[in-house]
């Protein structure tokens, strides 16, 4: 049975990759919660990006002649490199029976107006109603 050592690229990509597995994990994504007096939980949310790579090449040594010297396992150079960005992305709140994610991103404009539209059309309807019982209601001046 003949073993095959490891290639020196695995260890460079092996260091890299657990590098980069102890910077991130769940907790980088959905961060721990946060309970407020009133019972509201508020957990912080974050888009994580990773990116990484590795190369390396072997290169042949140079030998002084046939006077009998053993055969050199070729050399080996190579590098690895990797980065992780994050990112806040918003809040989710949970309480007074409603989830809500509010948004860091001020452009974020049109979440916002989903979220606000339900509470805009009852006001509404409110208004609507009011306007309604207003000229339904006779007037009465007193007679002077």
Same mark, same amino acid.
């Given at each position: 049975? &003949?073993? @095959?050592?490891?290639?020196?690229?695995?260890?460079?990509?092996?260091?890299?990759? !657990?590098?980069?597995?102890?910077?991130?994990?769940?907790?980088?994504?959905?961060?721990?919660?946060?309970?407020?007096?009133?019972?509201? @939980?508020?957990?912080?949310?974050?888009?994580?990006?990773?990116?990484?790579?590795?190369?390396?090449? !072997?290169? !042949?040594?140079?030998?002084?002649?046939?006077?009998?010297?053993?055969?050199?396992?070729?050399?080996?150079?190579?590098?690895?490199?990797?980065?992780?960005?994050?990112?806040?992305?918003?809040?989710?709140?949970?309480?007074?029976?409603?989830?809500?994610?509010?948004?860091?991103?001020?452009?974020?404009?049109?979440?916002?107006?989903?979220?606000?539209?339900?509470?805009?059309?009852?006001?509404?309807?409110?208004?609507? &109603? &009011?306007? &309604?019982?207003?000229? !339904?209601?006779?007037?009465?001046?007193?007679?002077?």
């Amino acid at each position: 049975m &003949r073993i @095959v050592a490891e290639h020196p690229i695995e260890g460079l990509m092996k260091t890299a990759m !657990e590098s980069i597995k102890e910077m991130v994990d769940v907790n980088t994504v959905v961060g721990d919660p946060v309970e407020t007096p009133d019972g509201t @939980v508020i957990i912080p949310i974050s888009r994580v990006a990773c990116g990484f790579g590795a190369g390396g090449g !072997e290169f !042949e040594s140079q030998g002084q002649g046939d006077g009998g010297q053993e055969e050199q396992a070729p050399f080996f150079g190579g590098g690895s490199g990797g980065g992780v960005s994050v990112q806040p992305v918003g809040f989710l709140v949970v309480g007074q029976g409603q989830i809500r994610l509010l948004p860091v991103d001020s452009n974020v404009i049109y979440d916002r107006l989903l979220d606000v539209a339900p509470q805009l059309l009852a006001q509404l309807q409110s208004m609507c &109603r &009011r306007e &309604r019982h207003n000229t !339904e209601t006779p007037v009465t001046t007193p007679d002077h």
